[in-house]
Protein backbone atom coordinates (compact mmCIF):
# COMPACT_ATOMS: atom_id res chain seq x y z
CA UNK A 1 0.00 0.00 0.00
CA UNK A 2 2.68 2.05 1.17
CA UNK A 3 4.68 1.33 -2.52
CA UNK A 4 1.47 2.30 -4.30
CA UNK A 5 0.85 5.73 -2.44
CA UNK A 6 4.64 6.61 -3.19
CA UNK A 7 3.54 5.77 -7.35
CA UNK A 8 0.39 7.67 -7.18
CA UNK A 9 2.31 10.82 -5.65
CA UNK A 10 5.08 11.12 -8.41
CA UNK A 11 2.41 10.41 -10.97
CA UNK A 12 0.47 13.38 -10.04
CA UNK A 13 4.19 15.48 -9.68
CA UNK A 14 4.97 14.49 -13.32
CA UNK A 15 1.31 14.66 -14.39
CA UNK A 16 1.30 18.68 -12.72
CA UNK A 17 5.07 19.52 -14.21
CA UNK A 18 3.66 18.51 -17.79
CA UNK A 19 0.90 20.81 -17.29
CA UNK A 20 2.86 23.23 -16.59
CA UNK A 21 5.23 23.47 -19.02
CA UNK A 22 2.02 23.14 -21.42
CA UNK A 23 1.14 26.72 -20.46
CA UNK A 24 3.87 28.51 -22.21
CA UNK A 25 3.61 32.41 -22.18
CA UNK A 26 1.08 34.10 -24.52
CA UNK A 27 2.17 35.01 -27.90
CA UNK A 28 2.67 38.66 -28.82
CA UNK A 29 -0.24 40.06 -30.73
CA UNK A 30 2.27 41.48 -33.30
CA UNK A 31 5.59 40.39 -33.52
CA UNK A 32 8.58 41.95 -35.81
CA UNK A 33 9.95 40.92 -38.78
CA UNK A 34 14.17 41.06 -39.54
CA UNK A 35 13.59 41.24 -43.72
CA UNK A 36 16.76 42.84 -44.35
CA UNK A 37 20.70 43.12 -42.91
CA UNK A 38 23.59 44.89 -43.32
CA UNK A 39 27.06 43.94 -43.22
CA UNK A 40 30.06 46.25 -43.23
CA UNK A 41 33.83 44.24 -42.71
CA UNK A 42 34.28 46.57 -40.11
CA UNK A 43 36.20 46.73 -36.40
CA UNK A 44 35.24 48.62 -33.95
CA UNK A 45 38.93 49.43 -32.78
CA UNK A 46 39.60 50.57 -36.16
CA UNK A 47 36.45 52.43 -37.10
CA UNK A 48 33.31 53.87 -35.97
CA UNK A 49 29.49 54.46 -37.87
CA UNK A 50 27.14 56.74 -37.79
CA UNK A 51 23.58 55.56 -38.90
CA UNK A 52 21.69 58.61 -40.11
CA UNK A 53 18.06 57.80 -41.40
CA UNK A 54 16.09 59.78 -43.77
CA UNK A 55 12.58 59.51 -42.98
CA UNK A 56 11.74 61.42 -46.35
CA UNK A 57 12.61 58.60 -49.12
CA UNK A 58 12.84 55.54 -46.62
CA UNK A 59 16.58 55.93 -46.87
CA UNK A 60 19.21 55.49 -44.17
CA UNK A 61 22.97 57.28 -44.93
CA UNK A 62 26.11 55.84 -43.13
CA UNK A 63 29.24 58.02 -42.00
CA UNK A 64 32.15 55.78 -42.21
CA UNK A 65 34.98 56.41 -40.64
CA UNK A 66 38.19 54.60 -40.80
CA UNK A 67 40.80 55.03 -39.09
CA UNK A 68 44.56 54.47 -40.39
CA UNK A 69 46.30 51.63 -39.51
CA UNK A 70 49.71 52.58 -38.94
CA UNK A 71 50.19 55.95 -40.34
CA UNK A 72 48.29 58.32 -42.73
CA UNK A 73 44.73 59.97 -42.35
CA UNK A 74 41.33 59.20 -41.31
CA UNK A 75 39.53 58.44 -44.12
CA UNK A 76 35.77 59.07 -44.25
CA UNK A 77 32.82 58.44 -46.52
CA UNK A 78 29.02 58.84 -47.25
CA UNK A 79 27.16 55.58 -48.25
CA UNK A 80 23.68 55.64 -48.71
CA UNK A 81 21.33 52.79 -48.52
CA UNK A 82 17.44 52.25 -50.11
CA UNK A 83 14.31 50.98 -47.89
CA UNK A 84 16.00 47.33 -48.36
CA UNK A 85 19.32 48.18 -47.56
CA UNK A 86 20.27 47.72 -50.99
CA UNK A 87 23.78 50.37 -51.92
CA UNK A 88 23.16 53.43 -53.66
CA UNK A 89 25.97 56.41 -53.74
CA UNK A 90 29.37 56.03 -52.27
CA UNK A 91 30.93 59.27 -52.00
CA UNK A 92 34.54 60.06 -50.31
CA UNK A 93 34.59 62.75 -47.57
CA UNK A 94 37.90 64.37 -47.57
CA UNK A 95 38.49 65.82 -43.96
CA UNK A 96 41.27 68.31 -43.59
CA UNK A 97 44.00 67.33 -41.17
CA UNK A 98 42.96 67.93 -37.41
CA UNK A 99 39.81 68.03 -37.63
CA UNK A 100 37.64 65.49 -35.28
CA UNK A 101 33.80 64.47 -35.90
CA UNK A 102 31.51 65.93 -33.49
CA UNK A 103 27.94 65.73 -34.57
CA UNK A 104 25.41 64.46 -37.55
CA UNK A 105 21.71 65.50 -38.86
CA UNK A 106 19.63 65.81 -41.88
CA UNK A 107 17.09 67.75 -43.28
CA UNK A 108 15.16 66.33 -45.94
CA UNK A 109 17.14 64.37 -47.94
CA UNK A 110 20.48 66.71 -47.22
CA UNK A 111 22.66 65.19 -44.73
CA UNK A 112 24.98 67.82 -42.97
CA UNK A 113 27.89 66.29 -40.82
CA UNK A 114 29.57 68.67 -38.46
CA UNK A 115 33.79 68.65 -37.34
CA UNK A 116 35.82 70.36 -34.85
CA UNK A 117 39.42 71.69 -35.57
CA UNK A 118 42.22 71.62 -33.16
CA UNK A 119 42.46 75.45 -33.98
CA UNK A 120 40.46 77.07 -31.38
CA UNK A 121 37.17 77.92 -32.46
CA UNK A 122 37.28 76.36 -35.70
CA UNK A 123 34.70 74.37 -37.27
CA UNK A 124 34.48 72.26 -40.89
CA UNK A 125 30.76 71.16 -42.34
CA UNK A 126 30.32 68.87 -45.14
CA UNK A 127 26.74 68.74 -46.91
CA UNK A 128 25.57 65.55 -48.87
CA UNK A 129 22.59 65.78 -51.18
CA UNK A 130 21.75 62.41 -50.67
CA UNK A 131 19.09 62.62 -54.45
CA UNK A 132 22.01 64.05 -56.48
CA UNK A 133 25.11 62.73 -55.20
CA UNK A 134 26.52 66.06 -54.51
CA UNK A 135 29.17 66.73 -51.96
CA UNK A 136 29.64 70.38 -50.94
CA UNK A 137 32.12 71.65 -47.64
CA UNK A 138 32.90 74.46 -46.05
CA UNK A 139 35.52 76.22 -43.31
CA UNK A 140 34.33 78.51 -40.40
CA UNK A 141 36.82 80.12 -38.64
CA UNK A 142 34.78 81.32 -35.45
CA UNK A 143 37.78 81.62 -32.99
CA UNK A 144 34.99 81.53 -30.19
CA UNK A 145 33.31 78.49 -30.41
CA UNK A 146 34.40 76.08 -27.72
CA UNK A 147 32.71 72.46 -26.95
CA UNK A 148 29.79 71.61 -29.32
CA UNK A 149 26.67 70.25 -28.30
CA UNK A 150 23.59 70.15 -30.86
CA UNK A 151 23.19 70.22 -34.40
CA UNK A 152 19.90 71.35 -35.80
CA UNK A 153 19.43 72.58 -39.77
CA UNK A 154 16.52 74.69 -41.15
CA UNK A 155 16.10 75.56 -44.45
CA UNK A 156 19.78 75.17 -45.17
CA UNK A 157 20.76 76.26 -42.63
CA UNK A 158 22.96 74.83 -39.72
CA UNK A 159 21.90 76.40 -36.45
CA UNK A 160 24.73 74.83 -33.49
CA UNK A 161 24.31 74.85 -29.79
CA UNK A 162 28.17 75.74 -28.92
CA UNK A 163 30.18 77.12 -25.32
CA UNK A 164 31.38 80.33 -25.53
CA UNK A 165 33.05 82.18 -22.78
CA UNK A 166 30.96 80.46 -20.06
CA UNK A 167 28.10 80.41 -21.49
CA UNK A 168 25.88 78.59 -23.95
CA UNK A 169 24.67 80.05 -27.25
CA UNK A 170 23.56 79.22 -30.72
CA UNK A 171 25.73 79.58 -33.39
CA UNK A 172 24.03 80.01 -37.20
CA UNK A 173 26.30 79.09 -40.80
CA UNK A 174 24.68 80.17 -43.39
CA UNK A 175 25.79 77.31 -45.71
CA UNK A 176 25.06 79.21 -49.30
CA UNK A 177 26.50 82.49 -48.27
CA UNK A 178 29.59 80.69 -46.37
CA UNK A 179 29.54 83.12 -43.26
CA UNK A 180 28.62 82.85 -39.85
CA UNK A 181 27.15 84.77 -36.55
CA UNK A 182 26.42 84.14 -33.14
CA UNK A 183 22.85 84.75 -32.33
CA UNK A 184 22.55 87.98 -29.73
CA UNK A 185 18.72 86.33 -28.74
CA UNK A 186 20.28 83.14 -26.87
CA UNK A 187 23.58 83.84 -24.73
CA UNK A 188 22.69 82.06 -21.45
CA UNK A 189 25.64 81.33 -18.37
CA UNK A 190 26.59 77.73 -17.56
CA UNK A 191 25.17 75.50 -16.82
CA UNK A 192 22.46 76.42 -18.79
CA UNK A 193 20.03 73.50 -20.69
CA UNK A 194 17.92 74.44 -23.69
CA UNK A 195 15.75 72.55 -26.20
CA UNK A 196 16.12 73.73 -29.75
CA UNK A 197 12.92 72.47 -32.22
CA UNK A 198 13.49 73.16 -35.94
CA UNK A 199 10.46 72.59 -38.00
CA UNK A 200 10.93 72.29 -41.32
CA UNK A 201 6.87 72.32 -41.97
CA UNK A 202 6.70 75.62 -40.25
CA UNK A 203 9.97 77.28 -41.10
CA UNK A 204 10.35 78.09 -37.02
CA UNK A 205 13.01 77.73 -34.82
CA UNK A 206 11.93 77.68 -31.32
CA UNK A 207 14.09 77.44 -28.29
CA UNK A 208 13.15 76.70 -24.57
CA UNK A 209 15.04 77.35 -22.29
CA UNK A 210 15.20 76.44 -18.28
CA UNK A 211 15.79 78.80 -15.96
CA UNK A 212 16.23 78.55 -11.95
CA UNK A 213 17.39 80.24 -9.04
CA UNK A 214 18.07 76.78 -7.26
CA UNK A 215 14.32 77.23 -5.75
CA UNK A 216 12.32 78.42 -8.39
CA UNK A 217 12.19 77.78 -12.01
CA UNK A 218 10.21 78.75 -14.88
CA UNK A 219 10.72 78.57 -18.94
CA UNK A 220 11.33 81.27 -21.41
CA UNK A 221 10.40 80.37 -25.18
CA UNK A 222 12.03 82.22 -28.09
CA UNK A 223 10.81 82.14 -31.99
CA UNK A 224 13.32 82.54 -34.16
CA UNK A 225 13.03 82.84 -38.30
CA UNK A 226 15.16 80.32 -40.46
CA UNK A 227 17.96 83.15 -40.48
CA UNK A 228 18.67 83.29 -36.90
CA UNK A 229 15.99 86.97 -36.25
CA UNK A 230 14.46 86.83 -32.94
CA UNK A 231 10.62 86.98 -33.93
CA UNK A 232 8.69 86.51 -30.25
CA UNK A 233 9.80 85.63 -26.87
CA UNK A 234 7.60 84.66 -23.83
CA UNK A 235 7.65 83.76 -20.16
CA UNK A 236 5.84 80.57 -18.98
CA UNK A 237 5.95 80.06 -14.97
CA UNK A 238 4.11 78.30 -12.51
CA UNK A 239 2.07 79.95 -9.39
CA UNK A 240 2.74 78.81 -5.96
CA UNK A 241 5.81 76.73 -5.08
CA UNK A 242 5.76 74.85 -8.41
CA UNK A 243 8.60 75.39 -10.80
CA UNK A 244 9.02 74.51 -14.96
CA UNK A 245 11.79 72.13 -15.27
CA UNK A 246 12.22 71.94 -18.83
CA UNK A 247 9.72 70.81 -21.80
CA UNK A 248 8.91 69.94 -25.12
CA UNK A 249 7.12 72.17 -27.58
CA UNK A 250 4.50 70.56 -30.86
CA UNK A 251 6.13 70.21 -33.76
CA UNK A 252 3.95 70.86 -36.91
CA UNK A 253 0.73 72.76 -37.33
CA UNK A 254 1.67 76.43 -35.93
CA UNK A 255 -1.92 77.11 -34.94
CA UNK A 256 -1.63 74.58 -32.44
CA UNK A 257 1.12 75.23 -29.47
CA UNK A 258 1.26 72.67 -26.97
CA UNK A 259 3.94 73.07 -24.49
CA UNK A 260 4.80 70.06 -22.10
CA UNK A 261 7.25 68.64 -19.83
CA UNK A 262 7.86 68.53 -15.89
CA UNK A 263 6.87 70.35 -12.39
CA UNK A 264 9.37 70.65 -9.53
CA UNK A 265 8.24 71.26 -5.73
CA UNK A 266 11.19 74.04 -4.88
CA UNK A 267 14.13 71.08 -5.56
CA UNK A 268 14.94 71.47 -9.08
CA UNK A 269 16.98 68.54 -9.23
CA UNK A 270 13.62 66.20 -9.58
CA UNK A 271 10.32 66.02 -11.20
CA UNK A 272 7.03 65.88 -8.99
CA UNK A 273 4.95 65.34 -12.16
CA UNK A 274 4.02 66.65 -15.83
CA UNK A 275 2.82 69.76 -16.95
CA UNK A 276 1.07 70.75 -20.06
CA UNK A 277 -0.49 74.39 -21.38
CA UNK A 278 -2.33 75.53 -24.31
CA UNK A 279 0.11 78.57 -25.47
CA UNK A 280 -2.75 79.67 -27.97
CA UNK A 281 -5.39 80.09 -24.75
CA UNK A 282 -3.87 82.76 -23.61
CA UNK A 283 -2.98 84.58 -19.98
CA UNK A 284 -4.91 86.06 -17.39
CA UNK A 285 -4.55 89.62 -16.33
CA UNK A 286 -2.25 88.71 -13.83
CA UNK A 287 -0.10 87.32 -16.74
CA UNK A 288 -0.60 83.62 -15.42
CA UNK A 289 -1.18 80.76 -18.18
CA UNK A 290 -5.61 80.04 -18.52
CA UNK A 291 -4.42 76.09 -19.67
CA UNK A 292 -1.92 75.76 -17.41
CA UNK A 293 -2.53 71.91 -16.31
CA UNK A 294 -0.71 69.61 -13.37
CA UNK A 295 -0.49 65.99 -13.26
CA UNK A 296 1.22 64.43 -10.31
CA UNK A 297 3.31 61.36 -11.11
CA UNK A 298 0.40 59.93 -8.67
CA UNK A 299 -2.27 60.92 -10.66
CA UNK A 300 -0.87 59.08 -13.44
CA UNK A 301 -2.00 55.39 -14.00
CA UNK A 302 1.16 53.57 -14.90
CA UNK A 303 3.83 55.60 -13.50
CA UNK A 304 4.33 53.32 -10.97
CA UNK A 305 4.23 50.03 -12.29
CA UNK A 306 7.54 48.67 -11.49
CA UNK A 307 6.79 49.43 -7.11
CA UNK A 308 4.59 46.48 -6.14
CA UNK A 309 0.92 47.20 -5.52
CA UNK A 310 1.27 47.41 -1.30
CA UNK A 311 4.56 49.82 -1.60
CA UNK A 312 1.87 52.09 -3.98
CA UNK A 313 -0.81 51.96 -1.82
CA UNK A 314 1.23 53.10 1.52
CA UNK A 315 2.68 55.79 -0.80
CA UNK A 316 -0.93 57.40 -1.75
CA UNK A 317 -1.89 56.62 1.84
CA UNK A 318 1.08 59.21 3.55
CA UNK A 319 -0.03 61.44 0.27
CA UNK A 320 -3.55 62.12 1.58
CA UNK A 321 -2.59 62.39 5.16
CA UNK A 322 0.04 65.17 3.92
CA UNK A 323 -2.74 66.67 2.16
CA UNK A 324 -4.83 66.94 5.00
CA UNK A 325 -2.25 69.40 6.43
CA UNK A 326 -1.84 71.57 3.45
CA UNK A 327 1.53 69.40 1.92
CA UNK A 328 2.33 67.52 -0.87
CA UNK A 329 4.36 63.94 -1.21
CA UNK A 330 7.51 64.78 -3.53
CA UNK A 331 9.03 62.42 -5.13
CA UNK A 332 12.75 62.62 -6.66
CA UNK A 333 13.10 61.11 -10.02
CA UNK A 334 15.04 62.54 -12.81
CA UNK A 335 13.49 62.22 -16.73
CA UNK A 336 14.89 62.36 -19.98
CA UNK A 337 12.65 64.24 -22.29
CA UNK A 338 12.32 63.19 -25.59
CA UNK A 339 10.94 65.16 -28.94
CA UNK A 340 7.00 65.76 -28.80
CA UNK A 341 5.50 63.31 -32.01
CA UNK A 342 2.39 64.11 -33.26
CA UNK A 343 -0.80 61.87 -33.30
CA UNK A 344 -4.45 62.33 -35.10
CA UNK A 345 -5.92 62.93 -31.86
CA UNK A 346 -3.11 65.11 -30.20
CA UNK A 347 0.06 64.29 -29.42
CA UNK A 348 2.47 61.81 -27.43
CA UNK A 349 5.13 62.27 -25.08
CA UNK A 350 8.26 60.45 -23.94
CA UNK A 351 10.69 60.38 -21.08
CA UNK A 352 12.86 57.96 -19.74
CA UNK A 353 13.37 58.16 -15.59
CA UNK A 354 16.72 57.59 -14.62
CA UNK A 355 19.26 58.41 -11.91
CA UNK A 356 23.22 59.11 -11.77
CA UNK A 357 25.84 55.97 -10.88
CA UNK A 358 27.92 57.30 -8.67
CA UNK A 359 31.71 55.98 -8.04
CA UNK A 360 32.59 56.15 -4.38
CA UNK A 361 36.64 56.94 -3.63
CA UNK A 362 38.59 57.75 -0.70
CA UNK A 363 41.39 59.42 0.20
CA UNK A 364 42.34 57.32 3.37
CA UNK A 365 42.33 53.87 1.82
CA UNK A 366 40.89 51.95 -1.38
CA UNK A 367 37.57 50.22 0.18
CA UNK A 368 36.26 53.00 -2.03
CA UNK A 369 37.02 50.78 -5.20
CA UNK A 370 36.34 47.70 -4.11
CA UNK A 371 32.51 48.51 -3.59
CA UNK A 372 32.39 48.67 -7.28
CA UNK A 373 33.99 44.72 -7.61
CA UNK A 374 31.10 43.51 -4.89
CA UNK A 375 31.81 44.45 -1.67
CA UNK A 376 29.16 46.53 -0.48
CA UNK A 377 29.97 46.22 3.02
CA UNK A 378 33.72 47.67 2.59
CA UNK A 379 32.24 50.66 0.39
CA UNK A 380 29.77 51.42 2.63
CA UNK A 381 32.86 52.01 5.59
CA UNK A 382 34.72 53.83 3.41
CA UNK A 383 31.30 56.65 2.81
CA UNK A 384 31.19 56.55 6.51
CA UNK A 385 34.35 57.19 7.92
CA UNK A 386 36.63 58.82 5.32
CA UNK A 387 36.07 62.02 5.69
CA UNK A 388 38.08 63.04 2.45
CA UNK A 389 36.03 60.68 0.56
CA UNK A 390 34.44 61.96 -2.58
CA UNK A 391 31.89 60.64 -5.09
CA UNK A 392 32.44 61.11 -9.33
CA UNK A 393 29.16 60.46 -11.95
CA UNK A 394 30.40 57.17 -13.29
CA UNK A 395 27.04 57.01 -16.10
CA UNK A 396 23.76 56.89 -15.75
CA UNK A 397 20.88 53.71 -15.09
CA UNK A 398 17.54 54.13 -17.40
CA UNK A 399 14.64 52.26 -15.13
CA UNK A 400 11.64 53.30 -17.03
CA UNK A 401 9.95 55.07 -19.55
CA UNK A 402 7.04 56.81 -19.65
CA UNK A 403 4.47 57.70 -22.43
CA UNK A 404 1.40 60.12 -21.92
CA UNK A 405 -1.20 61.22 -24.97
CA UNK A 406 -2.64 64.93 -24.52
CA UNK A 407 -4.84 66.50 -27.01
CA UNK A 408 -3.92 69.69 -28.59
CA UNK A 409 -5.29 71.76 -25.62
CA UNK A 410 -2.82 70.08 -23.56
CA UNK A 411 -5.42 67.51 -21.50
CA UNK A 412 -3.99 63.91 -20.94
CA UNK A 413 -5.79 61.45 -22.51
CA UNK A 414 -3.73 58.56 -21.06
CA UNK A 415 -0.95 56.97 -19.48
CA UNK A 416 1.08 54.00 -19.93
CA UNK A 417 5.09 53.01 -18.87
CA UNK A 418 7.46 50.59 -20.06
CA UNK A 419 9.59 48.91 -17.70
CA UNK A 420 13.21 48.25 -18.87
CA UNK A 421 15.85 45.77 -18.14
CA UNK A 422 17.50 48.80 -16.15
CA UNK A 423 20.10 49.62 -18.68
CA UNK A 424 23.49 51.53 -18.22
CA UNK A 425 24.99 53.90 -20.09
CA UNK A 426 27.79 56.69 -19.68
CA UNK A 427 26.52 59.68 -21.06
CA UNK A 428 23.00 60.50 -20.89
CA UNK A 429 21.41 59.78 -24.36
CA UNK A 430 17.62 58.01 -24.90
CA UNK A 431 17.33 54.76 -25.56
CA UNK A 432 13.95 53.60 -25.90
CA UNK A 433 12.80 54.67 -28.98
CA UNK A 434 8.81 54.82 -30.45
CA UNK A 435 6.84 54.45 -33.60
CA UNK A 436 2.94 53.86 -34.67
CA UNK A 437 1.78 50.50 -36.08
CA UNK A 438 -0.18 50.36 -38.81
CA UNK A 439 -3.68 50.44 -37.04
CA UNK A 440 -2.91 54.20 -36.23
CA UNK A 441 -3.97 53.62 -32.74
CA UNK A 442 -1.00 51.75 -30.90
CA UNK A 443 2.39 52.21 -31.01
CA UNK A 444 5.43 49.99 -30.13
CA UNK A 445 8.40 51.34 -27.50
CA UNK A 446 11.68 49.22 -27.83
CA UNK A 447 15.08 49.06 -27.44
CA UNK A 448 18.49 47.10 -27.59
CA UNK A 449 20.21 44.88 -25.01
CA UNK A 450 22.93 41.90 -24.69
CA UNK A 451 22.00 41.33 -28.84
CA UNK A 452 18.20 41.44 -27.70
CA UNK A 453 15.55 43.25 -29.01
CA UNK A 454 12.83 44.57 -26.12
CA UNK A 455 9.40 46.06 -26.91
CA UNK A 456 5.77 46.78 -25.93
CA UNK A 457 2.81 47.26 -27.77
CA UNK A 458 0.83 50.16 -25.94
CA UNK A 459 -2.81 50.86 -27.03
CA UNK A 460 -3.15 54.17 -24.71
CA UNK A 461 -3.42 52.99 -20.86
CA UNK A 462 -4.55 49.24 -21.64
CA UNK A 463 -1.96 46.93 -19.60
CA UNK A 464 0.81 44.88 -21.47
CA UNK A 465 3.66 42.53 -20.71
CA UNK A 466 7.10 44.44 -20.95
CA UNK A 467 8.87 41.37 -21.15
CA UNK A 468 8.01 40.75 -24.88
CA UNK A 469 11.42 40.41 -27.02
CA UNK A 470 13.24 38.84 -29.66
CA UNK A 471 17.00 37.97 -30.97
CA UNK A 472 18.72 39.86 -33.58
CA UNK A 473 19.31 37.73 -36.19
CA UNK A 474 22.48 37.78 -37.80
CA UNK A 475 21.91 36.62 -41.13
CA UNK A 476 18.33 37.05 -43.28
CA UNK A 477 18.66 33.11 -44.46
CA UNK A 478 17.79 30.97 -41.38
CA UNK A 479 20.94 29.65 -40.73
CA UNK A 480 22.30 28.89 -37.54
CA UNK A 481 25.17 31.26 -36.12
CA UNK A 482 26.25 31.65 -32.66
CA UNK A 483 27.06 35.68 -31.97
CA UNK A 484 30.20 35.93 -29.25
CA UNK A 485 30.01 39.82 -28.75
CA UNK A 486 27.92 42.65 -29.88
CA UNK A 487 29.12 46.53 -28.89
CA UNK A 488 27.90 50.15 -29.03
CA UNK A 489 24.03 48.84 -29.91
CA UNK A 490 21.86 51.35 -31.23
CA UNK A 491 18.50 51.36 -32.07
CA UNK A 492 17.07 54.09 -34.10
CA UNK A 493 13.54 54.85 -35.31
CA UNK A 494 12.92 54.73 -39.26
CA UNK A 495 9.90 55.59 -40.94
CA UNK A 496 6.34 53.71 -40.64
CA UNK A 497 6.36 51.16 -37.96
CA UNK A 498 10.50 50.57 -38.66
CA UNK A 499 12.84 50.73 -36.98
CA UNK A 500 16.77 50.35 -37.44
CA UNK A 501 19.18 47.79 -35.14
CA UNK A 502 22.94 48.35 -35.59
CA UNK A 503 26.45 47.77 -33.93
CA UNK A 504 29.46 45.68 -34.28
CA UNK A 505 29.12 42.18 -34.27
CA UNK A 506 31.51 38.91 -33.69
CA UNK A 507 29.56 36.08 -35.05
CA UNK A 508 30.51 32.30 -35.79
CA UNK A 509 28.69 30.25 -37.79
CA UNK A 510 28.71 26.79 -37.45
CA UNK A 511 30.85 26.03 -40.50
CA UNK A 512 33.36 28.41 -42.02
CA UNK A 513 35.39 31.20 -40.69
CA UNK A 514 33.95 33.79 -37.74
CA UNK A 515 33.36 37.41 -39.11
CA UNK A 516 33.56 40.93 -37.49
CA UNK A 517 31.31 43.41 -38.83
CA UNK A 518 29.67 46.48 -38.47
CA UNK A 519 25.96 45.24 -39.29
CA UNK A 520 22.61 46.92 -39.99
CA UNK A 521 19.05 45.45 -39.23
CA UNK A 522 15.48 46.51 -40.67
CA UNK A 523 13.07 45.83 -37.64
CA UNK A 524 9.78 45.86 -39.03
CA UNK A 525 6.34 45.35 -36.98
CA UNK A 526 3.58 44.37 -39.36
Same mark, same amino acid.
Given at each position: ????????????????????????????????????????????????????????? %??????????? $??????????????? !??????? $??? %???????? #????????????????????????? +??????????????????? #?????????????????????????????????????????????????????????????????????????????????????????? $????????????????????? !????????????????????????????????????????????????????? +????????????????? !?????????????????????????????????????????? %?? /?????????????? /??????????? /???????????????????????????????????????????????????????????????????????????????????? %????????????? +?????????????? $????????????????????
Amino acid at each position: MKRLYVLLSLFLCVSAGLAQNSKLPPKPPVEPAQPYRLELPLERYTSDVLVQPLPED %SSVVLLVEKDP $VLTGKTEYTFQKFDS !RLRPGQI $VPL %SVPRGYEF #RQICAEGTDVYALFQGTTEGTLWVA +AFDTRTGELGAGEFKTKRA #REVHDLKALDGNLFVTVEVDMHLTLLLLDLKEATFRFLPSVYEPLPASFTFLADSVTKRAELILSETNGFKSRLQLKQLSDNGQLLHSEF $VQAGSERGLLEAQLSPGDSAA !RLLAGTYTLRDSRYSQGLFAADLNAGVTPTGQRRSLRYYDFLNLKHFFDFMKP +ARVARMRQRSERLKATD !RQYRHRYRLLMHDMLPTPNGYVLVAEVYYPRYNYSSTYSNFG %SL /YNYGYPGMGAFSRA /YSPLGSRRNDG /YRTTHALICGFDRQGNLLWDNSFLMQEVEQFSLRETVRVRPLADGRRLVMAYLKDDNLYYKLVDQAAPAPNDWQVKVQTNTSGV %SEKTVNTQQEHLT +AWYGSRFLASGYQH $VNPEKGQSREVFFVNVIEFR
